[in-house]
């Protein structure tokens, strides 16, 4: 009916409201029930059947095709009816909660989250399940000393008793890393050869942080009153601490040599040549500012349209990138730590100390204005451009983008009503008043951060790979060739007036790449 109609997707969601509570107003009339033929139903044709989670999980990978589980899908303990957790066990798991909660972080780890405490208490319950339900462990037998058995070191005064300690130390720590690698090659194991089918990179370093964080634990208690050491010098001479540390950095030091591979990889994977590939990317991140995407890969035969409302942190990122990448071919781009220290205002703050230019308006026009290296001259520019405002059709214009990005926005929510809010920047809580922001709120700090935000934009439009510093290079290659200027690019940007010609070839450049795609 709707397609009949051809009613708009943003009001589709009122006008089903709207019918849904005359139908609920008919159904309470007398004669509603009266003139309905005998064995009519009310039906709400928009609620889909929910399936049961055993309905759910029998169709996944863990089913032999006819419905029977391969296995069951939960294994941890306490997550099947039946089991029973001694008070021993509770009390042990309640105290390794408050051990890790009061523990000193900067022991143990320095970038210690209270996220990462529930992650461990769980990964235990886990690990204590497979031990009952897979090896067979009773349930009454179960214990974290069953993970990681301690051993009391001898003080090393007696080297004979030291010894033969630090020698069942030494099995022991063998015996839990084997433990450890056996529940996570179950946890690799495809479910048709009874595993869990998890193949995730960080399966393998999450577990073996458990089972070290339940050595420090059973090992804790250990520590001699008059120990002259530091708890973490005292640590590192445990043979089991010793053998999960030096686990968990072999595994560090592989996946930092897989990513140095795919890095060298990188370099043969294509890159931009031409300023016209860089100005469609411009393009298609402006498409992407909207509140609600084009559905892909739509099966139906009739196109649905559009998906559903994007959330604002969506939105205002998308705004970020569109903008970002614009600022780098509407006007002369600049070095990357340009864009990381642009103000959006000018500020005489001496708590400033990276200022490479700010924003201003004047009489309806947007200018960035470039300070000196120093960055302290904020009254008296070196020089400025004006950001040239192009137009992408009838009642759109490069402005209006900046404009919600740093002033006021307003759009439709879930509801269809009119919301208004101060600038979608604000949206991720800005700490500081430079013009581009991470989502956490944080200012780009490090060249990197910019630059592989700018790549990995990019790389997932084009799948072709450009920096800032290769975007500045096709600009002087296409851009200042057309506007016959005599100077290298640098030399150019320190002089107003040849900055405005090469701010004007780009504009003009852009202009016909627009009006090209519309």
């Known amino acids: 009916m709707f397609e009949q109609q051809q009613v708009p997707d943003r009001i589709r969601r009122t006008y089903r409201s709207a019918l849904k509570q005359f139908l609920v107003w008919c159904h309470q009339q007398k ?16 609620r889909r059947h929910k399936r049961s989670a055993r309905e759910l999980h029998t169709q996944k990978k863990y089913t032999d095709g006819t419905g029977e589980l391969l296995q069951p899908y939960r294994y941890g303990l306490g997550a099947v009816v039946g089991d029973v957790i001694s008070e021993t066990l509770q009390k042990e798991i309640a105290e390794f909660h408050l051990f890790r909660l009061n523990s000193p972080r900067q022991v143990f780890q320095p970038a210690f989250q209270p996220s990462t405490l529930e992650r461990e208490v769980a990964g235990i319950r886990l690990i204590l399940g497979w031990l009952h339900r897979i090896q067979g462990v009773p349930q009454e037998d179960l ?43 179950w946890l690799k194991a495809e479910p048709k050869q009874g595993g ?99 559905v892909e890969r739509q099966t139906r035969k009739q196109r649905i349209g559009l998906g559903p409302v994007r959330s604002l942190s969506a939105i205002a990122q998308s705004y970020q990138r569109f903008l970002l990448c614009a600022l780098m071919t509407y006007v002369p781009p600049q070095r990357q730590h340009f864009y990381r220290d642009l103000l959006v205002a000018p500020i005489n703050s001496s708590h400033i100390q990276e200022c490479s230019g700010y924003l201003i308006t004047d009489s309806g026009k947007w200018y960035i204005c470039v300070l000196g290296r120093n960055g302290k001259f904020i009254d008296s520019p070196d020089y400025q451009f004006i950001i040239p405002n192009i137009q992408y059709g009838k009642d759109c214009c490069f402005y209006h983008y900046l404009s919600r990005w740093l002033n006021e926005y307003t759009y439709l929510d879930e509801r269809d009503e009119l919301q208004s809010k101060k600038g979608l920047r604000s949206t991720f809580q800005p700490q500081h008043p430079y013009l581009f922001t991470k989502r956490n709120g944080k200012k780009y700090e490090n060249p990197t951060d ?30 200042l060739s057309k506007a016959v200027v005599s100077r290298k690019y640098d030399k150019a940007l320190d002089n107003l007036e040849t900055a405005e010609v090469i701010s004007k070839a780009a504009e003009l450049a852009v202009q016909a790449s627009v009006h090209l795609n519309c």
């Open 31 to 46: 004669w509603y029930e009266e003139q309905l033929p005998p064995h009519t139903t009310f039906i709400d044709g928009n």
């Open 143 to 185: 214990s974290l000393t069953r993970l990681v058995h301690p051993v009391k070191l001898i003080h090393a005064s007696d080297k004979t008793a030291f010894e033969e300690s630090y020698e069942e130390a030494t099995e022991r720590a063998q015996e839990s890393v084997a433990l450890a690698y056996s529940y996570i090659q």
């Open 196 to 294: 869990r089918g998890l193949n995730t990179q960080r399966v393998e370093l999450s577990n073996l942080k458990i089972f070290r964080s339940i050595a420090w634990f059973v090992h804790y208690n250990q520590i001699p009153r008059n120990e002259p050491l530091p708890p973490r010098e005292w640590f590192e001479k445990i043979p089991v601490i010793q053998a999960f540390d030096a686990e968990i950095a072999t595994w560090q030091a592989q996946v930092a040599q897989k990513a140095t591979s795919q890095s060298a990889r990188s370099d043969s994977v294509e890159t931009m040549s031409t300023w016209a590939e860089v100005l469609a990317v411009v393009e298609m991140l402006r498409a992407e500012c909207v509140e609600r995407l084009e």
């Open 450 to 479: 910019l630059s592989h935000f700018i790549r990995d934009i990019f790389l997932r439009i084009t799948g072709k790979l450009v920096s800032p510093h290769q975007v500045r290079l096709l600009f002087a290659r296409d851009i």
